[in-house]
């Protein structure tokens, strides 16, 4: 009798056992799943948000002339000029705040002395940049050193919050173009 009492014991630290491995297995599987969801969220948010930008063509605007100065620029408010803003990132995170200014039409666009302002009348102005076709540029809240694709506003607080609108404006103080943060 103790012979199959022995037995049992021993069936039933196997039967154990073995549940645990199967758990275990099942616990690792959905490991990978939520691991592979998480992933995937992350790549697409990435490729939506950083890559829009990342990938334009923008290059400094060509330098001015010493002699003669820069020539007047004048914009007539009723031509359109195919510049948008695509979006504003991070709204209220000034590590993570910028907005992203894009070139949608056929032509270069000179930038020079063009406005970025908030409804608190925030303003950013552009510095001697041309957007090229397509082209975007991003202009980030935080202190920075700009280059082609990132300028950099250089305050110490978030500038944008939802529902805000901002407003780019030509040098003539013209809008151009008009965006609510989401």
Known sequence: MQDSLISIEEFLCYYSTKMDRRRLILYLLLNVFVSACVTGGILFWYDRNYRSASLSVVQPAAPLNVQGGAPAASFDPNVDIPVEIVSI??????????????????????????????????????????????????????????????????????????????????????VRAVYTVP
């Open 89 to 174: 990132v991070g709204a209220g995170t000034l590590d993570a705040e910028w907005v992203i200014v894009r070139n949608a039409g056929g032509e270069p666009i000179s930038l020079s002395g063009w406005q970025l302002k908030d409804s608190n009348r925030n303003v950013f102005t552009f510095p001697n940049l041309t957007l090229n076709t397509g082209g975007a540029v991003q202009i980030h809240t935080i202190s920075g050193t700009n280059t082609v694709i990132d300028l950099y506003w250089g305050l110490n607080d978030p500038v944008w919050e939802s529902g805000e609108e901002a407003q780019l404006l030509d040098p003539s103080g013209n």
